[in-house]
């Protein structure tokens, strides 16, 4: 079959693929591409298992289409491509068609994604409520420290024994480290400057400051798109986001092992509920032990720390950046490998 496109299909958020009569990849639509992380000009032309893994499904969806002559759904399938390592949950429509040749179209939907935007929404909402609620306690607990903190000062002063002092000593410790967990709390809410800015300053800076904290033993790659352009951003915050990821990948590996910077660009993805043409997807993904198991669905609520030391704030702030920029954070964590993925939407720039 000759090269074809479908210039309407380029916009489509389903994920489209189009077979010739010899089952060879005839078109796949932008949609397609970012859904399987495939570009079209190395698959057109070739089986689909030239990129595709795990394939029995989908050629058993194929088959009884061909042989019904009509459209033939399955709702529940998995594929994965050599690319994307992970195998994607799909419900799957094969139709045959009539062009000039025989051909058969796939469409794709993502299972995960109806739940996954259900809990995010849900997520949020009770992440600004919580956050709400702790920021009114943080006031209410901040005020009275400072007189507790100044009562223990005068007191120290009228103590004779010098042994004693190791207590009011304790208390003005304990009462300036629950100042600065409050201030945590409190800060930042000033409004956020947005201008054009290249993603890749933001994660220089970044990757600076982390190797200026630990020199030693951390190996930080980049795997940059320098060909992304402009987004229209808070430098700061987005400096923040970032920062406070790596540090939690640095932190997680105790400093040693490798974080990955990297950028891509994505087609057609729905961020708070707004599909967009264009995003940048910046994922830092490190090799570190992973997120446990019992932290994975709460990581983002404000106080929730694996550390010791930890906290669980650091994430609390990203999310809340990033949604001031119209953009999402996700991420995916199995022992050897986690990745957080920051989407950041794209003006629309027009044809
Ligand atoms: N890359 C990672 N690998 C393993 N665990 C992680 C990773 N990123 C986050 N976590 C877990 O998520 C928790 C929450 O992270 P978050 O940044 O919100 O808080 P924190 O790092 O504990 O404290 P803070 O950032 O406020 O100092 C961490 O304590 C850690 O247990
Ligand atoms: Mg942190």
Redesign the pocket.
Known sequence: MPKVSFPTLEHLATAVILLDDESRVAYLNPASEHLFGLSSSNLIGHPLQHAFTHTEQLFNTIQSALASHASHIEHELLLGTHSLGYKLHLSCTATPLHLEHDALLLEFHTIDRPLKLAREEQMLDQTQANRLLLRNLAHEIKNPLGGIRGAAQLLEQELDKPGLREYTQVVIQEADRLRSLME?LLTPQHAPHFSALNIHEVLERVRSVVMAELPEGLLIRRDYDLSLPELHGDKEQLIQVVL??V???A??MQGKGQIVLRTRITRQVTLMKKLHRLAIAVQII?N?????GH?RDK?FYPL????AD???????LAQDFVSQHQGSIEFE?EPGR?C?TVMLPLPHLGK
Request: glycine fraction near 20%; avoid cysteine.
């Open positions: 945590k406070n990821i540090r939690n990948a932190q997680a490190d570190g032990p992973g997120i446990p932290l990581i929730v720390s694996g550390r930890g906290h669980g704030l650091g994430l609390t964590s986690t957080f």
